[in-house]
């Protein structure tokens, strides 16, 4: 199933989410709303606010609010673009400069900050307690996993297991709220609701595996980000960590250094280094078994366009190529 395809099973819901979107940007500060329209607009695969519009709608949702909430969650994660591109000084995006390359770190965190404020406002307009509680805690989770990766960085000997915790807190957080949150919107039972939350999770995961995979096999044009950006932020991603466990001693020892330089002279190296040993392949397997768990938990929605679409929205989180 193809990403058109997938969008066309919302796309009436999509288009209430865009114009919501641009409603939601104003500002009687000129800066905030150029910079939040820059991010926002600035194309991705709103995969998270997709999974709500989805979800809801697999579910048999009726109302509108779903628009609201996948709104909510659109900007929860551009203003942790925006704060994880100062923090990581990041220069490209999406294939564009960053806002923070483009305006100064200053501006690009405090528009975050903007973002963050608004989508609480939206939640708070909704009145709903459980789905707040639910992105409340996810926003601090999210918050909590930067920090965790923050204290990783340049650290070769970071373990397996902290890996993924760093980025079930960092990204699958959202992903999991994001469905969680729409079939409590829907009034799914709590046992769907459970299903429904781990499918997002493991989505998530699945989605993460694969974008740390690619940073050593994609290129810059396709991607839209710079090759080796994990290796120059001295982040120890699962292909670096499998290949320092399972590699020769003399590539360790590369990607040691490296990691903790954050020098990519040796890249091409690293590279080779990575896929030699199965280290992509292992990555890989990591994504296909978390794509696996995702697709288990979809069995409890009754069939479906918009439960083709959720599997289908698993599938190319596997099979993508940027």
Not at 83 to 108: L, Q, Y
Not at 113 to 126: E, G, I, K, T, W
Not at 165 to 191: C, D, G
Not at 261 to 280: F, M, N, P, T, Y
Request: hydrophobic letters at 40%; glycine letters at 6%.
């Amino acid at each position: 199933m193809q990403i058109e395809e997938i969008y066309q099973t919302v796309e009436q819901d999509f288009s209430c989410v865009n114009q919501l979107i641009s409603s939601q940007l104003s500002s009687d500060v000129p800066l905030v709303e150029k910079i939040a329209q820059y991010i926002v607009e600035s194309g991705g695969k709103r995969m998270r606010p997709l999974l709500v519009l989805l979800t809801s709608r697999a579910l048999g949702y009726k109302g509108d609010d779903h628009s609201k909430l996948a709104t909510i969650i659109e900007f929860l994660h551009t203003a942790t673009l925006l704060h994880d591109d100062v923090v990581d000084t990041s220069n490209m995006r999406r294939g564009r400069s960053t806002a923070n390359a483009k305006w100064g770190n200053a501006p690009s965190v405090l528009v975050g900050d903007f973002l963050y404020s608004r989508a609480f406002q939206m939640m708070v307009d909704m009145k709903s307690m459980p789905i707040m509680e639910v992105l409340s805690n996810a926003t601090n989770i999210i918050a909590e996993g930067e920090v965790f990766q923050l204290m990783n960085c340049k650290n070769p000997d970071v373990s397996e297991a902290a890996y993924f915790e760093v980025i079930k807190n960092k990204t699958a957080m959202l992903f999991e709220a994001a469905s969680h949150s729409a079939a409590i919107l829907s009034n799914a039972t709590p046992e769907v609701q459970s299903e429904m939350k781990q499918f997002g999770l493991h989505l998530g995961l699945a989605f993460q595996l694969v974008d740390d995979m690619l940073d050593y096999i994609g290129d810059a044009e396709t991607m839209g980000k710079n090759v080796g950006d994990d290796l120059a932020e001295g982040k120890p991603t699962l292909p670096l960590i499998y290949a320092m466990k399972n590699g020769t001693e003399s590539d360790s020892t590369l990607i040691r250094k490296a990691i903790r330089s954050g020098d990519i002279s040796q890249l091409k190296a690293i590279c080779e280094a990575v896929k030699r040993c199965g280290a992509l392949e292992y990555t890989k397997k990591a994504a296909e078994s978390a794509y696996n768990e995702a697709s288990k938990c979809l069995k409890i929605l009754p069939e479906s366009p918009h439960k083709t679409a959720l599997l289908g929205l698993a599938k190319l989180a596997i099979n993508r190529n940027k």
